[in-house]
């Protein structure tokens, strides 16, 4: 699981508009569900393509 | 070994760089005092060390501003958050230690100013275990 920094402070050692993983945030030991309470990260949108679509498209 | 004026300090709470709002930091760490003292010869008191107490004071400069000061620590009230600290907001070294600590945010003064005064909020918040010392 992957989080964009969205917040204008430093989060985790990460600034504005970098990506920041689960393991370095749980490592820095704050909390995931208030940083993005907070507005200071978000989850990056992940898209995934099924093979049966992938197959379709053919 | 050169004395320091503190003037760019590193604070950060539950990861979040807030060294731009804080105008003070007291890192204690405390000692229990364990008298062992019993009859002898010497005529004085014993002690050995006791359960170490830590805790952090901070004062913070308020701001309600969306990523700002309250936004930060006030979901943070009755929790344990990661706080660090360090002298220099530079890299970490032998002469530039970074401390750190899992605190319980006991307290929080969200709003505390008196007319034409500086809102600000002036916590000491409990360490839950040891403070770690980074040198590297």
């Known amino acids: 699981m992957a989080y964009k920094v969205i917040s204008g402070r430093s989060v985790c050692g990460k600034k504005q508009g970098d990506t ?3 393991k370095e945030i749980e490592d820095a030991g704050a909390s995931v569900e208030i940083l993005v309470a907070g507005g200071h990260i978000q989850a990056t949108q992940t898209t995934i393509k099924s093979a049966l679509s992938e197959g379709a498209d053919k | 070994m050169a004395r320091l004026v503190l003037t760019n300090a590193l604070v950060t709470v539950n990861g979040v ?9 007291t890192l204690n760490s405390t000692v229990d ?22 805790s952090i004071s901070l004062e913070f400069h308020q701001d309600y501003a969306t990523n700002e000061v309250e936004q930060t ?12 600290v360090k ?3 530079a890299a970490t070294s032998t002469t530039n ?8 945010v006991a307290e929080w003064a969200p709003l505390n100013a008196a007319v034409g005064e500086l809102a600000s909020a002036s916590v000491t918040w409990p360490v839950s275990g040891a403070i770690t010392k980074a040198t590297s």
């Open chain 2, 97 to 104: 230690p970074l401390y750190s600590m899992t605190c319980l």
């Open chain 1, 20 to 22: 920041i993983t689960l």
């Open chain 2, 33 to 54: 005092s364990v008298e062992t003292t019993a009859f002898s010869t010497t005529g004085t008191r014993t002690r050995v060390a006791g359960l170490t107490d830590n």
């Open chain 2, 73 to 84: 620590i006030y979901p943070l009230i009755g929790t344990t958050t990661a706080v660090t």
């Open chain 2, 87 to 89: 002298p220099v907001n």
């Open chain 2, 17 to 25: 760089d807030l060294s731009d709002m804080v105008a003070s930091i």
